[in-house]
């Protein structure tokens, strides 16, 4: 396994639409395997395969909180939301690819959705809670969404403006 850059917004690769997985090969396994180290090291509990600036339909996220739960990691090829509850709840997302920046998104508050496993085996499972919220915010990435695509426009380019100074201080830091 090894651990992937992750791609810091704006870059157009986090704002195009990733594409479908066929089948499931060696390569894309190693793949997940490598989203999930990355995610872990980072620290995060959902990443999209864009976020490392691949255009695959694949998220993997662990959504399992405390220290005494057993770790649940995920990798979901071709995720879908089947169904979505009308009723909606609020959470304070965050994104690795948005470093250190955080606001409250509204969203159904329970989804089901169907993917394909590791195996290639067509799963369906009804998400609650963080679940729920993370398994969206990770398919608009596939989608070519950000969570602060959801906030008005002085937010989202107060957040963007930050994190284009970021980037550049980062690059900076490199050189
Ligand atoms: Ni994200």
């Not at 195009?16 to 997985?21: I, T």
């Not at 608009?140 to 380019?157: A, E, S, T, V, W």
Request: hydrophobic content about 40%; aromatic content about 6%; glycine content about 6%.
């Amino acid at each position: 396994m090894s651990l992937r850059p992750i791609l810091i917004h704006p870059d157009p690769r986090l704002k195009k639409v990733a594409d479908p997985v066929s089948e499931i090969t060696p390569e894309l396994e190693k793949l997940a395997d490598d989203m999930l180290e990355t995610m872990y090291d980072a620290p995060g509990i959902g990443l999209a395969a864009p976020q490392i600036g691949v255009m695959t339909r694949l998220i993997v996220m662990d959504c399992v909180k405390g220290e005494d739960e057993a770790p649940r990691p995920m990798a979901l090829f071709n995720p879908e939301v089947t169904w979505s509850s009308d009723e909606r709840s609020t959470y304070e997302e965050g994104c690795l690819s948005i470093p250190d920046q955080f606001a409250e998104v509204e969203r159904p508050s329970e989804v089901k959705v169907a993917w394909l496993d590791r195996h290639g085996k067509l799963q369906e499972e009804h998400f609650t809670g963080l679940w729920a919220t993370c398994v969206q915010h990770e398919i608009d990435h596939l989608n070519g969404k950000l969570f602060i695509d959801y906030l008005g426009p002085m937010k989202r380019q107060m957040i963007t403006r930050k994190m284009v100074k970021l980037k550049r201080d980062l690059a900076r830091e490199k050189a």
